[in-house]
Nanobody, 118 residues
Framework: EVQLVESGGGLVHPGGSLTLSCVAS????????MSWVRQSPTKGLEWVSS???????SYADSVKGRFFASRDNGKDTLYLQMNNLQSEDTGVYYC????????????RGQGTQVTVSS
């Protein structure tokens, strides 16, 4: 059974930073492209970033230069370093085991809430 468990969210002031983690199990993590997606009441579900098995990453324009995805294949863990957070980054963040093309329709776990507010 595929399990994806996100953590690391919280409340942060504008301009602050957070690092999210996603521990994966139930599939060969090291061979899968992984993605982060987020959901907010204002924007709905949107793709944030993908990273392939070799560590090559891609980003939505809205987060490019501020967010950085990485992975530790030895620990079956995906990360998202988020810098210079803004209010529009507020939402529930999910990791999925699909690339950008299918990330928005992939099954999601419980997610982790990120709130950016002064």
């Amino acid at each position: 059974e595929v399990q994806l468990v996100e953590s690391g969210g919280g409340l942060v002031h504008p301009g602050g930073s957070l690092t999210l983690s996603c521990v994966a199990s139930g599939f060969p993590f090291n061979t899968y492209t992984m993605s982060w997606v987020r959901q907010s009441p204002t924007k709905g579900l949107e793709w944030v970033s993908s990273i392939n098995s070799s560590g090559r990453s891609s980003y939505a324009d809205s987060v490019k230069g501020r967010f950085f995805a990485s992975r530790d294949n030895g620990k079956d863990t995906l990360y998202l370093q988020m810098n210079n957070l803004q209010s529009e980054d507020t939402g529930v963040y999910y990791c999925v085991n699909k690339g950008s093309g299918l990330a928005l329709v992939a099954p999601r776990g419980q997610g982790t809430q990120v709130t950016v507010s002064s």
